[in-house]
């Protein structure tokens, strides 16, 4: 059995070596999710797991949300492979997935099987480690604060084209409010901020933006952030629970293709 991993950065990311027989293991998979939700994102450089192989890890380590074709969703902006080129466009900015669900998904495994040659690079914030980093006049500012999570305003915000069916599509997501600090069964906190923040409950507009804006920059600072330059075949993790996410925009028509299977959540925002 072959498993080694050591840190990326001080706070983020941790890459694990192993082989794929080994990591196909109920034992090195509970290794592997206990790692994530340590590090927020762990990394397999060139792994070139297989789609089968990549929906059997996933199922070692918590419950497959059915999306795309037998648990792997195509992330592309090539048109003729997914009809969401516009909403995906979104992950060009800052966010978390799943902010418009009571409970998000939990992680989500990526495999890059054709890399952009310019930008598609993928970047992860740790918000559980930037909360924890506030000054504690912050920490007390914002402890009972709500936070509107809006679909159309991070659409909008990404600059996509608000035609009447984008919008259509984006309404069908109705607003949602959450705790502006997520206190997590384990007792950790994170922050649940991004695009799709729209405002601050019963706060001035201009005010509450300008403070989720602030956290925005704080949470993705270099310190918390760890950037993944890609190379074919490498499988990333992130706990999407208390790490946001963004990639680098890419060219629309560079085949850039991702294969996504994603862990349903197991915890309500709270
Ligand atoms: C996602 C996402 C980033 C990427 O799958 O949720 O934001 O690098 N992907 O494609
Ligand atoms: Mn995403």
Redesign the pocket.
Known sequence: MMFEAFALKDGIGSEIRTDVESLLTAEVAAKVRRLLVERGVVVFKGLQLTDAQQVALARLMGSVRQEGENGIYK?TLDKSANDRRDYLKG?FLWHI?GTHDEVPVFA?L?TGITLSTTGGQ?EFANSYGAYEALPQEMKAKIERLKVVHSVEVSMRRADIEPTEANLAFWRKFPDKTHNLVWTHKSGRKSLVIGCHASHIEGMDRDEGQKLLQDLLDWTTQPRFVYRHEWTPGDLLIWDNTGVL?R?EPYPLDCGRM?H?TTLLGEEAFA
Request: aromatic share 0%; hydrophobic share 40%; net charge neutral.
């Open positions: 992330i992950s997935d989500s990526l993928t996410h990639v991702m996504r």
